[in-house]
């Protein structure tokens, strides 16, 4: 398979680049491809010629998007509008990743790919307008929704402990907010089986299991024997600009429906996780 990944530098994109080892892969960087520049878009699309586009591009800074929301609307919306037309134009699939922020977190059960999404911040309404063109302008397209997304690559709440845990004795960590790590070696596997069966449509896919950032993190010093105090606190006390959805939970019945099996529990992917950057550091 010709696969073209774009934001093929962040910790998705890094993933796949990692693990689709048989396949041959066009991964230019976000100076070499645009995504807002529907020029250039058109142009990689005609010139590489790939079989399908997988769009890892994304503007992920949360909070900063509250204040300074154009380059979020730009990538998340735009860049997502302007995949879908060239890819709906040259005939081919459209792979694009979107986010559990797109639900307001209000619900006692996890999220279903047929649940109304409510976004509550900036980010969470950029990337649901990039949903809703990307299933306007592009038949052939996978959507998938994940959440809490963890790699050795790239800046996540892992790599974040671990420096924290090296660092202090004591670290304060949210207890009111509940969703699934999902790993980036483990959701890369699941989104190559729904590439090549085919299978479009909005799915979710996240790893087994569910757990409070508190409880992820005091798991995390655990797989990695550090020895630091876990301390609650809330959302609110924390003080981040943008709202988080209380749950981020989601259910991948569609995705069930395609044959997608099950990933694995998130604590296994947390104990891959942090054998493989122990190995890396060392």
Not at 37 to 59: G, T
Not at 69 to 78: D, Q, R, S, T
Not at 253 to 267: E, F
Request: charged share 25%; with cysteine; glycine share 8%.
């Amino acid at each position: 398979m010709r696969a073209l990944i774009t934001g093929a530098g962040g910790q998705l994109g890094r993933a796949i680049t990692r693990g689709w080892r048989d396949d041959e892969l066009i991964a230019p960087g976000a100076s070499d491809l645009d995504v807002t520049d529907e020029p250039s878009v058109w142009a990689a699309v005609r010139d590489y010629q790939p079989q399908v586009v997988v769009n890892c591009a994304a503007y992920t800074a949360v909070d900063a998007c509250e204040t300074d929301p154009e380059p979020a609307w730009a990538v998340n919306a735009g860049g997502a509008a302007n995949l879908a037309r060239a890819c709906s134009a040259a005939g081919i699939g459209l792979v694009h990743l979107s986010t559990d922020y797109v639900f307001d977190g209000t619900l006692d059960r996890p999220y279903t790919e047929f649940d109304r999404p409510n976004p509550v911040s900036v980010y969470g309404r950029t990337k649901d307008a990039g949903e809703q063109l990307v299933r306007e302008r592009c038949d052939e397209h996978v959507i998938v929704r994940t959440s809490w997304l963890q790699g050795i690559d790239g800046a996540n709440f892992t790599k974040t402990m671990l420096r924290l845990g090296r660092e202090r004795d004591r670290v304060e960590v949210v207890t009111d907010q509940v969703g699934t790590p999902t790993f980036a070696f483990d959701l890369a596997e699941a989104i190559r089986q729904l590439t090549v069966t085919r299978r479009y449509g909005t799915f979710h896919v996240t790893n087994a299991g569910a757990c409070t950032w508190f409880d992820y993190a005091e798991a995390i010093f655990e797989e990695a024997g550090l020895d630091v105090e876990v301390a609650p606190t809330t959302a609110a006390a924390f003080g981040a600009p943008a709202p988080r959805p209380a749950n981020s939970r989601l259910e991948g019945r569609h995705a069930a429906m395609a044959g997608l099996g099950a990933l694995p529990h998130w604590r296994d992917g947390l104990r891959r996780l942090v054998r493989a950057l122990e190995a890396e550091a060392a």
